[in-house]
């Protein structure tokens, strides 16, 4: 019993430290900030879905070798075209009798990576541009952002199978597509939002301080236009997925035996009337995946918008 | 003195957050005559929630509770919201203090009055147009048949605030509201305004409700003063002799202000008591 | 008017514009005006006189401007230099806007420090909290979590980071509430004698500059109508008829002198 009040004690010195109105330290207030974020975050239900289906993305990549019964290459011609509901093959099995689960656990480990390689690239070039365009302003703003309409002209599939032609097809070959052609929203994004920003009172007062230019898009500006970018690239997964699953239902994207999802959905499609399941399986994957970043995006909309003043 | 205008009784207007309930307006009680009614207080005084309670205009999850809001006979607390909105900007009207965010930006000024005019008459276009005109010479301005054909952001805050004053004064209301009209405008301009609406009650007998921060010009425009802290009114006297008001929070906030006649070496500021939430509020009503 | 050592700040022959070509606007004209050290000067007019804009041209955040703008007998040029911050800072109208909403106050105040390599910054900003009335408790807080009156004082704190001699003050409390707006002008006033400041205030509020200052300046539509000293305003003195104007209509409503109202352009 004591045990049990000695740690609901300091389960709730925790939360009062977490949600102190007078931090005691720079630590002490970012931790209180992200934890008022949170809890705006996890109020939202489907929020809290879409972060449930994202950590079990997460999680079935890191361990796609402990859950997955077979190995997703190990072919089984005795074994082919099982139904879903077989015993030992829960999904069923494909034209070459490998296991479908078996795939889509391993296909996520290609999946976020594309996603992770996406995310740390675009966005952040997007940002860059976006930022400075908008703080420097006259020819730099012009030649900057000329730049980024000439990439936003081009259809992102159309831009990315032309890439693709020309570099020859293959995973990394797509992420170089698709991330060359998804910065100039997130640049567009940003300058906006700089636009904005850039004549308030606090910039000036930042300047007034003798703050060079650097220092003010880094530590003001930026931080800024972080949460819409944040959400945006959330909401833009789902198109990253999709695009990536269609480079790959091309053909042009990860190439067989990879188990890749919209390579797998490729495949099933010559089954498609009578064994169903080898493509739909894939299908409801990326559909999952693509639903649960867009719940989380709208979530994180609502939660960091500065202008829903919190 | 006949019947008020506007009788409000045990008025409260509550907002449920998370995780309390906000108090804005707490149980207060006034009245509102053909008279100039300034009320004060500053921000978050609960103020501005007053004058939207009367209008109807809290909207859920907003809740507003009364033992009683009569309106020239009519029971407001009655009303169903078609019926306010018949009452609502035909026999009460608003004036805010953003003119800019008031009018309608792809409309011209002339066309948004008539409307106004044409919405709670029965008038043809021509005599809406007439009308108009009259109106907006009443609010002094030069040129009307300019102004009337010009769009909302071809004009100045001046300009637009006498324009929404005539939109508002046209139908001819009993009662005005006005929140802060005047506090975005320079002082010249807002004495003028203020004029304007000065005239309309001494002459048309309108009952108005002004809303203010500003205590030295309610003392100087208004007839009587309702000084409201913390969603209660505190004190209440005529205008002219508020530089005698009892209540230490009325005290305090008028020898906070700086004065240009006299040099004060230290402005004296206000040091607030816990027990003025819990004092019960004052009764405003004259009957 | 000859720079004396004592001038604190002198301009000359001011003009700012604004825009280019048919829109542009000629918000400052011709102004000239001279502070001395440790005195308070206040600029008065309504909305559009170009008072604001002289705050900022002397700040440099109005770059199109002519004339001489000369701090401590040293003219300026088109960009201001970091001593230039150390000697002259600002602090603007409105609390809501002026500080970064993502900055905790602590950083607010110490990033000057960092930008100008100051030393013991963590002290410094303990003593400044301290100046302005506002605890240690309220370091670590971020501008949503904090009053419009305590906002001012962080950013009047800020703006004496660097410890400058000339502090620009613009509408600083015409945001507030009267009962706040009384206990930012006392703590002006305060850290005027204890910092020997400069103060150039800039409000649409007679009473404010009345209160506030030692001499003032009129301005309408970007010209300096009329220099005078507070005293001459109290005896109701003003020579120029917009001035008498102003003073009347900031004493309250009174319906017949509104007809007697004439425009200045």
């Known amino acids: 019993m004591t045990d049990h009040a000695i740690s609901h004690g300091r389960r709730s010195a925790w939360l009062a430290w977490l949600t102190s109105e007078t931090p005691s330290s720079r630590m002490q207030a970012r931790c209180v900030q992200w934890f008022l974020g949170w809890l705006g975050l996890a109020r939202n239900p489907l929020a809290m879905l879409g972060l449930a289906i994202v950590l079990v993305l997460i999680g079935a990549a890191i361990f796609a070798p402990l859950l997955a019964p077979y190995d997703p290459l190990a072919q089984d011609l005795t074994r082919r075209l099982l139904p879903p509901g077989t015993a030992g093959n829960l999904l069923g099995t494909d034209e070459l009798g490998r296991d479908i689960l078996s795939r889509l656990l391993y296909g996520a480990r290609i999946t976020l990576y594309v996603v992770a390689l996406v995310v740390f690239t675009a966005p952040i070039a997007g940002l860059i541009v976006g930022t400075v365009a908008g703080y420097a302003g006259g020819w730099v703003d012009v030649v900057l952002m000329r730049m980024t309409d000439v990439f936003l002209a081009f259809p992102r ?38 636009l904005t920003i850039r004549n308030s009172d606090f910039i000036s007062a930042i300047r007034l301080q003798g703050a060079s230019p650097l220092r003010i898009v880094i530590g003001h500006v930026m931080p800024l236009c972080l949460s819409s970018v944040i959400v945006r690239v959330t909401l833009d997964m789902a198109g990253i997925i999709l695009t990536a699953a269609g480079l790959g239902f091309l053909g042009l994207g990860a190439q067989p035996p990879l188990p890749e999802w919209g390579a797998m959905i490729s495949t099933g499609r010559q089954f498609i009337l009578d064994q169903w399941w080898v493509a739909a399986m894939p299908g409801l994957a990326i559909f999952t995946v693509s639903l649960g970043f867009n719940l989380l995006g709208d979530g994180l909309r609502d939660a960091l918008d500065p202008r829903s003043g919190r | 003195m006949s019947a008020p205008l506007l009788e409000v009784e045990g008025l409260s207007v509550r907002f449920p957050t998370r995780n309390r309930v906000v108090e804005a307006v707490r149980n207060i009680s006034f009245s509102v005559g053909r008279e100039k009614v300034g009320i004060v207080g500053e921000s978050g005084s609960g103020k501005t929630m007053t004058g939207r309670a009367v209008l109807g205009l809290i909207r859920p999850p907003g809740i507003v509770e009364a033992r009683k809001m009569q309106f020239d006979g009519t029971d407001l607390l009655a009303l169903s919201e078609r019926e306010y909105r018949s009452i609502r900007g035909n026999r009460i009207a608003m004036v805010m203090q953003d003119p800019k965010f008031s009018l309608n930006p792809v409309m011209t000024v002339g066309r948004q009055i008539a409307e106004a005019y044409q919405v709670h008459t029965a008038a043809s276009r021509s005599e809406a147009r007439l009308r108009t005109l009259e109106m907006l010479e009443a609010v002094r301005i030069r040129d009307p048949e300019r102004v009337f054909g010009a769009y909302p952001h071809e004009v100045s805050g001046g300009m637009g605030q006498r324009i929404m004053i005539a939109m508002m004064l046209i139908p001819d209301p009993d009662l005005l509201i006005a929140d802060e009209p005047t506090s975005a405008l320079d002082v010249t301009v807002q004495m003028q305004v203020l004029a304007i609406v000065d005239d309309l009650v001494s002459q048309r007998g309108m009952g108005l409700m002004f809303v203010s921060h500003d205590l030295n010009l309610v003392a100087s425009f208004c007839d009587r003063v309702i000084i409201m802290y913390a969603g209660q009114i505190v004190e209440t006297c005529k205008a002219s002799e508020l530089h005698k008001a009892q209540h230490p929070y009325t005290r305090g906030l008028l020898a906070s202000l700086p004065r240009v006649d006299q040099p004060i070496p230290r402005l004296s500021t206000l040091t607030r008591d816990e027990a003025w939430k819990t004092e019960p509020g004052v009764d405003a009503r004259i009957l | 008017m000859p720079a004396s050592s004592d001038t604190a700040l002198l301009i000359e022959h001011l003009d700012v514009r604004f825009g280019k070509h048919e829109d542009e606007v000629h918000a400052v004209r011709d102004v000239s005006l001279s502070v001395r050290r440790g005195e308070s000067f206040g600029l008065v007019g309504e909305s559009g006189s170009g008072k604001s804009t002289v705050l900022r041209a002397i700040a440099g955040l109005a770059r199109d401007w002519t004339g001489r703008i000369s701090v401590d007998g040293d003219d300026l040029g088109p960009k201001r230099t970091k001593a230039f911050y150390e000697t002259v800072q600002m602090v603007f109208q409105d609390p809501y806007g002026s500080l970064h909403p993502r900055h905790t106050v602590d950083r607010t105040l110490s990033e000057p420090g960092r930008i100008h390599e100051v030393e013991n910054i963590d002290e410094r900003v303990n003593e400044l909290l301290r100046d302005v009335g506002l605890g240690p408790e309220f370091r670590f807080r971020y501008p949503h979590q904090l009053s419009g009156g305590q906002r001012q004082r962080v950013a009047i704190a800020r703006a004496l980071m660097l410890e400058p001699k000339i502090l620009l003050l613009d509408e600083p409390t015409s945001a507030l509430d009267v009962s706040v707006q009384a206990e930012i002008l006392n703590l002006l006033q305060r850290l005027k004698a204890e910092h020997k400041l400069t103060y150039v205030l800039v409000s649409h509020d007679l009473s404010v500059i009345a209160h506030m200052c030692d001499r003032m300046a009129v301005m309408n539509a970007g010209r300096v109508v009329e220099e005078m000293t507070v005293d001459q305003l109290r005896r109701a003195e003003p020579s120029h008829n917009y001035t008498r104007q102003l003073l009347k209509a ?13 425009t200045f352009d």
């Open chain 3, 250 to 262: 900031s004493l309250g409503y009174d319906r017949a002198a509104v007809d007697a109202l004439e």
């Open chain 1, 157 to 194: 599939l159309v831009l990315a199978l032309a890439f693709v032609a020309a570099l020859g097809p293959g995973i990394g070959n797509a992420v170089l597509a698709i991330a060359l052609t998804s910065w100039p929203p997130y640049a567009r994004i940003a300058r906006a939002e700089t």
